[in-house]
């Protein structure tokens, strides 16, 4: 099994520029969620998916912030226009619905926006 | 008050000690809960959960859980320098797959 796949590693973009990040979560999972990690604020969720459907987005900070999952082998998370405070590790990870016992995390993508 | 909180640290041991990590959390009807190790620069990797009341070990690991006092503790035995590393507390809300992390506690193993 190859994991929760996130592209790209690392991104380094201009301040106002759209950034989009891509997850492929593993095979069967049915549980989707994107995390993003600062020092100041830990991991903090951003927003879940279920069988391909948002259940919870109360953490996507600002209207700048968009997620899709088109089908269960690929979702995005999108910030346009980004802005410095963007900055931080976002991490991809995903559960399976035979029942619960944590996640699996992807690499993490690394946004510096300048 | 946050939702799950730890002692951020750094907590330092001698090789070979007993690691002794702590989170408490304030929803009542959290369920399930769970420890990730993370070393600087990658991502959490889950190295223990605990449903119930009481120990639950695994190799040099040990969880603990006290629903009433709202306490998840994770013992560390025999520590190794290559245990140095953040150790997240994550705790399961309501009837979800939601979890909610704390921001970690760092633990530094020296020989």
């Known amino acids: 099994d190859a994991g929760v796949i996130q592209s790209p590693r690392h991104e380094v973009t201009e301040m106002g520029q759209e950034v989009t990040l891509r997850c492929k979560p593993i095979?069967?999972?049915?549980?989707l969620f994107w995390y993003r990690q600062t020092m100041m604020r830990g991991l903090e969720l951003l927003i879940y998916?279920?069988?391909?459907?948002?259940?919870?987005d109360s953490g996507m900070p600002e209207d700048r912030f968009s997620a899709k999952m088109p089908n269960a082998s690929f979702s995005t998370l999108k910030i346009q226009p980004s802005e410095p405070r963007d900055s931080a590790v976002y991490f991809c990870?995903?559960?399976?619905?035979?029942?619960?016992?944590?996640?699996?995390f992807g690499s993490g993508t690394r946004l510096t926006v300048v | 008050q946050k939702e799950v909180e730890q002692n951020s640290g750094p907590l330092s041991v001698p090789e070979g000690a007993i690691a002794s990590l702590n989170c408490t959390y304030s929803?009542?009807?959290?369920?399930?809960f769970f420890w990730y190790r993370q070393y600087s620069g990658k991502s959490p990797e889950l190295i223990m959960f605990?449903?119930?009341?009481g120990d639950k070990e695994d190799g040099r690991f040990t969880a603990q859980l006290n629903k009433a006092s709202q306490y998840v503790s994770l013992l560390i035995r025999d520590s190794q320098p290559s245990d140095s590393a953040t150790y997240l507390c994550?705790?399961?809300?309501?009837?979800?797959?939601?979890?909610?992390f704390g921001t970690g506690t760092r633990l530094q193993v020296f020989p």
């Open positions: 990870a995903s559960s399976s619905g035979q029942g619960f016992y944590g996640y699996t």
């Open positions: 095979s069967g999972h049915n549980s």
């Open positions: 998916f279920n069988n391909n459907v948002p259940i919870d």
């Open positions: 929803d009542r009807g959290s369920q399930s």
């Open positions: 605990i449903y119930s009341n």
């Open positions: 994550a705790v399961n809300m309501g009837n979800t797959d939601k979890l909610i």
